[in-house]
């Protein structure tokens, strides 16, 4: 009989211990499922930086086109436009006068150094006689995150972002030294027509449009 009554009492004290463990459980998973229900609604400034820096690296570098060889003046290369005449006063090429509706350009030995030295310049040999050379001028490089505003399922997200530029991209800066000595003829030619731009200017603020996929951010499809 007594064995029988603290059999009972044994039980008794229990199950109030298991229905605790049992009520704490559920706490804990509804926690956890709130948790992660709210992670796939908000974007967080990581998440958004990486989205924008891909973004940004997506759009690839500015980038200039020149010929070597006799250049005959077409819809898409001039030879008698700023562009030649910026890579001769920068020592990259060699401009000789016209002869024969033709330009001859040579490139130099430093120019040669320089366009092996800079990392994605590409060189191809045309059906002319030409060699056509594209070379990067500078990447985009996310600065930071400035803001995110939520709406749903969508995210604006204000950054900053620079230019990093590289050597040949210093050469096309509007305004550095080089492009500076043009008249504001060709400057605005070089900037409108062959990427020269303000790669040493101050970070400029921009905005992206994201959309809740799932669990994941991306740009939202225009």
Not at 56 to 62: D, E, K, S, T, V
Not at 131 to 141: D, H, T
Not at 143 to 170: F, H, L, R
Request: aromatic share 8%.
């Amino acid at each position: 009989m007594f064995e029988a009554e603290v059999e009972m009492e044994r039980r008794s004290s229990f199950l109030p211990l298991l229905l605790m463990m049992c009520l704490v459980a559920a706490i804990v998973g509804l926690a956890g499922y709130v948790l992660l229900q709210a992670r796939g609604k908000t974007l967080s400034a990581q998440q958004a930086s990486g989205v924008v820096a891909a973004a940004l690296q997506q759009r690839g570098p500015a980038v200039i086109h020149f010929r070597t060889g006799l250049v005959k003046s077409s819809a898409d290369d001039k030879p008698d436009d700023p562009n030649y005449r910026l890579l001769e006063k920068a020592g990259i090429v060699k401009v000789a006068k016209p002869a024969g509706g033709k330009v001859a350009v040579s490139l130099t030995t430093a120019g040669e150094q320089l366009l092996t030295s800079v990392a994605g310049c590409k060189k191809e040999q045309e059906a002319d006689g030409t060699v056509s050379y594209q070379a990067p001028l500078a990447q985009r490089q996310l600065v930071s995150i400035a803001g995110i505003v939520v709406d749903g399922n969508n995210a604006t997200v204000e950054y900053t972002w620079k230019w990093v530029p590289n050597q040949i991209g210093d050469v096309f800066d509007a305004g550095g030294p080089l492009v500076k000595s043009f008249n504001l003829w060709d400057r605005q030619t070089l900037i409108n027509k062959y990427n020269a731009d303000f790669y040493r200017s101050e970070p400029t603020k921009s905005a992206l449009t994201l959309a809740r996929n799932g669990q994941e951010w991306k740009i939202l499809a225009q």
